[in-house]
């Protein structure tokens, strides 16, 4: 009986606002409040608040037949808190009807774990404090930021004690597999992984509104059948994405909302398929390989690596100037001031810093508040610098 696994990440970084070298000694208010609550607020009312009413309507019309799983990171739990509590409250209502999952990450969505692995185990924990705090549940799936993976990260996760952990299934470590499986994540003994399929998964992330697309458009029938092919020759299909893929990414009018609506319904006219939570799937599915990935992965761009974020020299030098400052920053055991440095640790300041403006523009352009890479860059390097002065005193 082959199951379907959703997972949406969820995830607003904290933007920083146009900041100046004339600004270093002056300003140490580096975030741009009313972007981050303006962009919020449009996300809120065209995606989540949206989406959260239908998915709890399917949940309570399939009899909790139909489920899925979020990974929220720290700072948009930050955000709703801030800006609209009502998001909050509507993933709140999600999560009491048993029949949602909640995976950790990073709180800060942080590339933590290439650059310290104490900063990494310290971020996890906060993330598990918080989800435990504020949907009463103790997450057993472990998924890092933007999906990067290897097997050192696998093994480190299995000591923290999770059962299952996320990643892409990309081509070049799969070859000839098929992600439609669980398996073992090398010189691991109980962890286990479950694998993206990513076409499934961009044909509605990516390629739903695409009109040039070949198969356009997209139905619930049409996609179900896609999926009822599989019957027989997979266990688990993993559908992970974007949650603003519905609403924002694509926009209502463009049908995502409807197709959400009747995919459920589509699915179960095939009786041997269902819906199972990434913990679900990990606990009715034995591993058929172990899988090794010696080197990083993630779903990001066509190349699936750490480009995005670690491509180039200005990504590098920025990366390095925040990370040295580590210990310097925790040996003034001064909360917001780590709070502080923690938040310039997320991944997307260092994403709009990309240069890849080829197949990936479209993408690193998306929310992006700089004219630029080298804008991005430059007013990072300034809020460090101002930082750094904070440091001093």
């Not at 509104?209 to 896609?226: C, V």
């Not at 909360?335 to 994403?351: C, G, I, N, P, V």
Request: charged share 25%.
């Amino acid at each position: 009986m082959p199951d379907i696994c959703i997972y949406f990440q969820v995830h607003q970084p904290n933007r920083l606002r146009k900041y100046s070298y004339f600004d270093i000694g002056y300003h140490h208010d580096y975030e741009d409040d009313q972007k981050n609550r303006n962009i919020l607020l449009k996300v809120a009312q065209k995606c989540y608040l949206p989406t959260n009413a239908l998915l709890l309507k399917l949940i309570n019309e399939f009899k909790g037949d139909f489920k899925v799983a979020f990974s929220i990171s720290g700072i948009a739990i930050e955000q709703f808190k801030k800006f609209n509590p009502e998001v909050l409250d509507s993933f709140k209502r999600l999560s009491e009807t048993g029949h949602v999952e909640f995976l950790n990450e990073t709180y800060y969505h942080s590339l933590s774990f290439l650059f310290s692995k104490k900063e990494f185990k310290e971020q996890v924990k906060l993330h598990q404090n918080l989800i435990q705090k504020e949907f009463g549940y103790k997450a057993t799936t472990f998924r890092n930021t933007e999906l990067v993976y290897n097997n050192e990260l696998a093994e480190f996760v299995e000591k923290l004690g999770y059962q299952t952990i996320l990643a892409e299934g990309a081509d070049k470590i799969l070859e000839w597999r098929s992600p439609n499986f669980v398996y073992r994540p090398k010189n691991c003994k109980k962890l286990k992984k479950l694998l993206k399929n990513y076409r499934l998964s961009d044909d509605i992330a990516f390629r739903f509104s695409e009109r040039s697309w070949k198969e356009f458009p997209l139905t619930a029938d049409k996609y179900a059948h896609w999926v009822h092919n599989f019957a027989g020759s997979a266990d688990v299909i993993n559908l992970f994405m974007d949650y603003e893929t519905f609403g924002e990414h694509q926009w209502e009018d463009s049908g995502i909302f409807n197709f959400l609506n009747h995919l459920p319904r589509e699915i179960f006219k095939h009786p041997d398929f269902g819906f199972v939570t990434p913990n679900e799937a990990s606990r009715k599915y034995q591993p058929v390989a172990e899988l090794d990935v010696p080197y990083f992965v993630s779903w990001a761009d066509i190349d699936r690596d750490l480009s995005a974020w670690c491509g180039n020299a200005l990504q590098e030098d920025a990366l390095k100037a925040v990370y040295g400052l580590e210990e310097q920053v925790k040996a003034t055991k001064d909360e917001a001031l780590l709070a502080k440095w923690r938040s310039l640790l997320t991944s997307d300041h260092f994403y709009y810093m990309c240069t890849k403006w080829f197949n990936d523009g479209d993408v690193h352009a998306y929310f992006n508040p700089y004219d630029s890479p080298y804008e991005a860059y430059m007013t990072y390097q300034n809020v460090l610098s101002d930082f750094k002065t904070i440091l001093m005193q």
